[in-house]
Structures are given as structure tokens and as C-alpha cells.
């Protein structure tokens, strides 16, 4: 599923490339590098979130998580 997320994301981003690419006054090779830093930074924010929603949802009464 996060690979289909990230596939429909980068051809969001490179439809926006091509639309504007007879106005654009940055290089492609910059683009790029913005959206990879980009993706790059979601991820990041993406998994400190998921950690800290995690680490604060209530654990069971015996206070230990079962082990699967």
C-alpha cells in the first residue's frame, strides 16, 4: 500500500514538472532534488508521528503489550 502511495505521489509531482515546464525557471536536476528531499523529509514526519501516536495510545492493565 505505501509503495502505491509513493507512486501515485511521484507522478502527481512529475505531472506538475511537465505542466510547467515552459515557465519554470529551475533546473530539472534542482526539482528533483526538492522532491527527494521532500519525500525524504514526509517520511521522517511520517514515522515520529506514527512513534509518538503509538507511545501514547493506553497500554493493557498488566502494563506490558502481549507478545504476538
Known amino acids: 500500500m505505501a509503495l502505491l502511495m509513493v507512486a501515485a505521489s511521484v507522478y502527481g509531482v512529475v505531472q506538475l514538472l511537465v505542466l510547467s ?3 519554470r525557471s529551475v533546473r530539472m536536476s534542482t526539482a528533483l532534488l526538492a522532491i527527494a528531499v521532500g ?3 514526509a517520511g521522517v514526519a511520517a514515522g515520529l508521528l506514527e512513534l509518538a501516536y503509538t507511545r501514547g495510545s493506553p497500554r ?5 503489550w502481549p507478545r504476538s
Open 39 to 41: 519525500v525524504y523529509g
Open 60 to 64: 493493557p492493565r498488566g502494563g506490558r
Open 21 to 23: 515546464s515552459p515557465t
